[in-house]
């Protein structure tokens, strides 16, 4: 059953606010606010991590949009969390074998109240894409260098740069 449009545009505009997190055990945990990014940072901490633009930050978690308080029920809450943890290392099995580097970016609501595992990994646009499309993801931000950029996945949107106007 399609998720009704109104429900993913509500959940594309949620992409909007993310705050993303770029842990690193050296340097502590950077946090970057999508709106009001600072570029310059992240293109430090990219750096400092051993990744060079174009970079695409994504999640394996929640396709299609499908958060853990969608779930009517504590069971169904658990039974998805489960699947995020299989989704999330078969991502990072998958980067690994195909020689990819990665690093470790957690997706958090403003207020902290949600939270998703995610990788930012060296790929083009369209490589991005077209991982995002494969792993169910509604959208993934991509770092160009010096724009941070709201992508679609199976989502019917068009890419914006961030922050949003």
């Given at each position: 059953m399609a998720e009704p449009a109104e429900s993913i545009d509500a959940k594309w505009d949620a992409y909007h606010g993310t705050v993303l997190e770029f842990v690193d055990d050296e340097r502590g945990c950077l946090r970057v606010d999508l709106r009001r990014p600072d570029e310059r940072a992240i293109a430090q901490r990219l750096a400092a991590l051993g990744l060079e633009p174009p970079v695409a930050i994504m999640t394996a978690e929640n396709p299609r949009g499908a958060n853990a308080e969608d779930a009517p029920t504590a069971r169904q809450e658990a039974r998805q969390e489960v699947r995020n943890d299989d989704r999330h290392a078969t991502l990072l099995a998958e980067l690994r074998e195909a020689g990819l580097p990665f690093a470790r970016v957690d997706g958090v609501a403003p207020d902290g109240e949600y939270r998703e595992r995610c990788v930012a990994v060296p790929?083009?646009?369209?490589?991005?894409?077209?991982?995002?499309?494969?792993?169910?993801?509604?959208?993934?931000?991509?770092?160009?260098?010096?724009?941070?950029?709201?992508?679609?996945?199976?989502?019917?949107?068009?890419?914006?740069?961030?922050?949003?106007?």
């Open positions: 790929l083009g646009r369209q490589e991005g894409r077209a991982l995002a499309r494969r792993l169910g993801q509604l959208a993934f931000f991509w770092f160009d260098g010096t724009r941070v950029w709201l992508e679609p996945g199976i989502a019917d949107h068009e890419a914006e740069v961030l922050p949003a106007a």
